[in-house]
């Protein structure tokens, strides 16, 4: 029996479309720069918000309402919640899903019984994922819910709970790799730490590096090729976060030598909590070759944390498509819906509404950044703002051709430097809004 009875699969019907439950923009076969709109977003559905999340909050329980879900733990009412999470993403038209170990399976008394529940529930997606076409973009380890991890995981003070999530990693990349996973995320949970009196620093995050490394030596004893991922964000759970942005995340692998082997996920509520646009994290992710995929939700402007709601907003999708196309696409990576829908939106109508709105805004998002880019309409502007560079004493600058006594020589006999140029940031934001009227 289906869950969505009332629901068909969704397709587009063009702009002008009034139905809530047909795409406007996201048109799967279009191509836009040469590759269709599936490739380029390869959206992804997250098992965690959509299928595990209820709406609860710390005021009160949760709201959502869920005909299919039995409301019990048990196994059984794990596999049939997979067989209703696929039949949403398929009538989503969404090419990829993306789960937590413990999001899809219960948690038993012991480690053993805890890997048979996901096992069982393994063999349900994989049959699923046969059935439907249906793909994983990534799989991951729940290393912060389970008081056991109150401490952190892999930067934990306790040697027991580094090897218990080590167990649990291995375990969730065997499932990833067994279900065809594209890449394995961590997203460093309690991996920080709340006061430095108690806390040895530099030990955990040597500890973090042996972790990962140990990572990436099991990928390779099973075969396992996926890209790996960390995912970073700043606050929440504690508050000095080791992963807090991308360039913390790129310093730590560099200084690891772990840059071979991972990417970055990045998230939209984390940047923005971290201080940063989306677009400024995309851009320093991607210009360090290093940009992996994307976790795609929104904060609030008025409230000070991780949200997780829905994008709707073509500012924010054109600047994220801009800077995800400048950098060439999300290779492996997708748009993954790392969002959940309100408390208030009880009803599993709204999963569709949610998703839909959100895979037009990021649709339209794209063809406006084509747009911009096919007009050269910002790039054109800076290769001219910087253009000093090209030639001349900038481009024996850029070419290390020329020492702090040359420079001094040269700019002894010219008297002054050169008189600046406006960066007609108003008129570049004009520009962008043009673009956005005009698609
Ligand atoms: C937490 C978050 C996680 C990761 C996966 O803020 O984004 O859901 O994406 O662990
Ligand atoms: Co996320």
Redesign the pocket.
Known sequence: MPAFPDISTVQYEGPQSDNPLAFRWYNPEEVVEGKTMKDHFRFSI?Y?HTFRGTGSDPFGPGTAVRPWDDGTESVENAQNRARVAFELFEKLQAPYYAF?DRDVAPEGASLSETNANFDAVADVLEEEQQRSGVKLLWG?A?M?SNPRFMHGAATTCNADVFAYAAAQVKKAMDVTHRLGGENY?F?G?REGYQNLYNTDMKRELDHLAKFFHMAVDYAKEIGFTGQFLI?P?PK?PTKHQYDSDAAACMNFLRAYDLTDHFKL?L?T??ATLAGHTMMHEIDYTGAQGALGSI?ANTGDLLLGW?T?QFATDYYLTTQMMYYILKHGGLGSGGVNF?AKVRRESFEPIDLFYAHVGSMDAYAKGLKIAAAIRADNALEGFISERYSSFDSGIGAKIEAGEVSFADLEAYMLEKGDAAPNVSGRQELLESVVNRYIDRV
């Open positions: 997250v965690w937590h991951t729940n912060f995320v997203w949970g995912e964000k929440e996920n998230e509520n984390h976790d991780d997780d790392d």
